[in-house]
């Protein structure tokens, strides 16, 4: 194939999480007829054996930083040898600045995270290093666009694209002999853990049957996660990071986000497609994906008890469970559309060409 668009996406997360869902869904899914890709990441990532037959580079020195003087030198050099026409970073400074000090005309940032910008030094320092730095930004939900005008982004260089999934048979016929309740996500304190096994001791008190609840993911919070469910004797199992994640949703009655900050969740959408309601948190980001008392409930943040109770409803109704469930699957499909995800990215990789 002749004339192909070169393109390197660079990522500098080690762990699966949000990021490299996106980054596994551009791979799987983009026009190979028009577009080269190489993926650049750092030595000992997970994602290495998630991408096919992708070319990747591994980059030392971005190994979960966005920025690192080595990591932008030795990004330079990779770069170099490349001769992209476009570079796609995922949370990565040092790959905008390496891209901008190359040359490179066409430069894409997307943004998978939150910031928390009430600090004004840091809100100041980002918006220099975003006024001196040039890409078209994408954002995966409003909160995010919000977000990146706080810190700097001019808006006209914003595009909003949802993060999109793709539409998947289900096959649950719900034969548990007891409910099982889910967290997916990485062992490490945003995604709080710690807040859900609050919410499960509550759970123990006000819910007379038997029920489990899975944490699925693996991360540094691992072993003390453990120690604290052993000692308050909590039906909490842990399942580590699993491949087949379509089979997780499949098993499980009711899916849970407890995050302190999430810009869209993928956890959510995956459940959605799978038909199950999701009890969450009512905090930006994923207040856009989830319609109170439709498809899920959203429960003011930290209110622990409230949380507890919309999973004894769920709990104690299959009907409303099934008809959260597909309400849920047709918003995913209607409003978070993988192909509309892809056709977005790839006319923006096609501009300034």
Request: hydrophobic share 40%; aromatic share 6%; proline share 2%.
């Amino acid at each position: 194939m002749k004339n192909r668009i070169k393109v390197v996406e660079i990522i500098s997360d080690t762990n699966f999480g949000g990021a490299g869902q996106y980054l596994k869904s551009i791979v799987e899914e983009i026009d190979k007829e028009r577009f080269d890709l190489t993926v650049i990441m750092p030595v000992g990532s997970v994602l290495k054996d998630m991408l096919g037959d992708i070319p990747i580079e591994h980059c030392r020195d971005i190994n979960e930083k966005s920025f690192s003087f080595k990591g932008t030198c030795h990004l330079c050099k990779m770069m170099k040898m490349i001769r992209p026409s476009v570079v796609h970073t995922h949370g990565s400074l040092s790959g905008r600045l390496a891209a901008q000090l190359l040359g490179v005309r066409n430069i894409v940032y997307t943004k998978h995270t939150l910031s928390d910008n009430s600090v004004l030094w840091k809100r100041k320092l980002k918006k220099i290093l975003n006024s001196a730095l040039r890409a078209k930004v994408i954002a995966i939900s409003a909160s995010v666009k919000l977000n990146l005008i706080e810190e700097g982004i001019k808006e006209d260089n914003i595009r909003m694209i949802y993060n999109g999934i793709r539409p998947i048979e289900t096959f649950d016929n719900e034969t548990r002999l007891i409910p099982i309740i889910t967290l997916v996500g990485r062992l490490e304190a945003i995604k709080g853990h710690r807040h859900m096994i609050e919410i499960t001791r509550q759970l123990v008190d006000c819910y007379d049957e038997d029920f489990e609840v899975r944490f699925v993911g693996s991360g540094s919070l691992e072993s003390t996660l453990k120690d604290i469910v052993t000692d308050y004797g909590l039906p909490i199992s842990f399942s580590g990071h699993v491949s087949n994640i379509g089979e997780i949703y499949e098993t499980s009655d009711i899916i849970v986000n407890t995050s302190d900050s999430e810009a869209l969740s993928y956890a959510a959408l995956e459940a959605m497609i799978h038909k199950k309601p999701v009890v969450a948190f009512d905090i930006p980001g994923i207040n856009e994906v989830i319609e109170n008392g439709k498809t899920g409930f959203l429960v003011d943040y930290k209110n622990y008890g409230l949380f507890a109770e919309c999973l004894v409803q769920l709990l104690s109704n299959n009907t409303l469970r099934r008809n959260m469930g597909e309400l849920g699957r047709k918003r995913a499909i209607d409003k978070f559309s993988l192909k509309e995800m892809i056709n977005g990215i790839e006319t923006l990789y096609m501009e300034e060409l």
